[in-house]
């Protein structure tokens, strides 16, 4: 059972899990917004300060914008800071973003890059602490309590997913099950075996999950599971719907990236399903207008930019993530803004033919649809000079070739009524195409 709450978020009418209650939330999550935009100006003040004073790409650029440290007075001057970009973190390869000496960098990661050097960010033994207990934070507001045990399917190593998540497990005091991803037949496995109570994955690897479950006879809402916190890639409510109803699970969505810390920036509250609250104690957000770099007021779409408040070895200010959203008042933490379920960044818009689509788009219409699969792929190619776009998806295993054959007109009419493009759709035998471990990669560009 689903019904769509006011914000539009389809949540499930029945929690699986409880809403922490006030007396266990942190202190901070408590604050009111004026308590909360005290603490933030002292936090960013002292950022700026330390940032300004220990990395020279900081010293140059605030230099150059004619900004002192001493200048930032409101929470609104932060406008006045030049931005950060991953282009700085990859001109500064490896470490020359750091602000802190390296005896006291404690652990670092790095992104792989599509393209490209990756970049390298460092944490000291306070950062791994305070990300600890906001992951600690995102996990308790999912409804994760100590005694529960927990299936940790986000990849261990440089990503900070699996070790992120591991420390907040841990933190909370519940039980650890490092699993980190692929190998998927033995997660399926052990979560038969162990009854883990939730599992931390991307949204496209528990669909994976979920299918390796059924291939092994096993009926994936028959599981011990009970909540899975998803994150790391975008995903639509209409995904969440789908992982609810297949495994009878609350599904919560954890936000974050590495250079802002990793997963943890921000995550929703089981009871509301609206959105990632941003922990705002530890992260300043803003968004902007993607092309003029002007601040937006809350509520309008742009690109969300981060500068951190409390980070040691790595502090960020102005960092564009290229994610876009907006900010919203906060729900089931009041004090503290949302952002809108992110179901796109900027690097992921395909433009065709003058107009924008995201992959998620696609999700959307596909999942209302029930003879297809949420499996598919984008296939970008060019003959001539027109740039053609077509959808490889799987129908339902269970659609006969005739309903399949129905469902792919009816993608195709609906995407050129919603979105207004035309594409190609073409079946593909269930079960071939390739399946996530992680991030799903879902868009190829076969141009020239
Ligand atoms: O993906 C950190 C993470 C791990 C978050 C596990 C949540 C769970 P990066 O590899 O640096 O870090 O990728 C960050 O992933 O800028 C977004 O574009 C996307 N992303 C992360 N979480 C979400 C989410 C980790 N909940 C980039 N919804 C970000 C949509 C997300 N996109």
């Given at each position: 059972m689903t019904t769509t709450n006011p914000n539009g978020a389809i949540v499930a009418?029945?929690?699986?899990v409880a809403a922490t209650p006030v007396?266990?939330?942190?202190p901070e999550e408590r604050l009111d917004r004026a308590d909360l935009e005290a603490l933030q100006l002292e936090r960013l003040q002292q950022t700026v300060h330390h940032a300004y004073a220990n990395v020279p790409l900081y010293t140059a650029r605030l230099d150059a914008a004619g900004v002192a440290p001493a200048d930032i007075r409101t929470l609104a001057d932060v406008a006045r800071l030049p931005f950060t970009t991953k282009a700085d973190l990859r001109d500064t390869y490896p470490f020359g973003m750091f602000a802190v000496p390296m005896d006291q960098v404690a652990r670092i990661h790095a992104s792989s890059g599509t393209t490209g050097k990756p970049t390298v960010v460092g944490y000291t033994a306070g950062d791994l602490e305070r990300w600890g207990d906001l992951v600690a934070r995102s996990l308790r507001a999912a409804g994760i309590r100590r005694g529960m045990k927990v299936h940790n399917a986000y990849g261990y190593?440089?990503?900070?997913g699996g070790l992120g998540a591991h420390a907040g497990i841990e933190r909370l005091g519940a039980t650890v099950i490092p699993m980190s991803g692929g190998q998927t037949a033995r997660q399926a496995q052990l979560i038969c075996d162990f009854e883990p109570d939730a599992i931390l994955c991307t949204p496209s690897y528990l669909l994976t999950i979920a299918d390796a479950l059924e291939a092994a006879?096993?009926?994936?809402?028959?599981?011990?599971?009970?909540v899975a916190v998803l994150g790391a890639e975008p995903w639509t409510n209409e995904m969440r719907r789908e992982l609810e109803e297949r495994l009878d699970i609350d599904a919560v969505d954890i936000y974050g990236l590495s250079e802002v810390m990793?997963?943890?920036v921000g995550s929703e509250c089981v009871e509301t399903k609206d959105g990632p609250h941003i922990w705002e104690d530890h992260f300043l957000p803003e968004i902007i207008d993607s092309e003029t770099g002007a601040p937006l007021p809350d509520g309008e779409m742009g690109e969300l930019v981060f500068t951190s408040l409390t980070k040691e070895a790595f502090p960020v200010l102005r960092y564009r993530t290229r994610d876009l959203t907006r900010l919203l008042p906060g729900s089931g933490r009041t004090g503290m803004r949302r952002i809108e379920?992110?179901?796109?960044?900027n690097d992921d818009m395909i433009i065709l033919r003058g107009v924008n689509l995201f992959p998620t788009q696609i999700e959307e219409i596909a999942l209302g649809i029930a003879d297809l699969s949420p499996h598919f792929v984008l296939e970008l190619t060019r003959s001539g000079r027109m740039d053609a776009l077509t959808v490889g998806i799987e129908p339902h295993p269970d659609a006969s070739a005739a309903a399949a054959a129905d469902a792919a007109d009816l993608l195709r009419a609906q995407v050129k009524e919603r979105i207004g493009t035309s594409v190609d759709v073409r079946l593909i035998e269930p079960g071939h195409l390739p399946r996530s471990e992680g991030k799903l990669k879902r868009v190829y560009d076969l141009r020239d």
């Open positions: 009418a029945r929690m699986r007396e266990e939330r942190d190593g440089l990503f900070t006879g096993v009926d994936p809402r028959s599981t011990s599971l009970k990793g997963p943890g379920k992110i179901t796109g960044r």
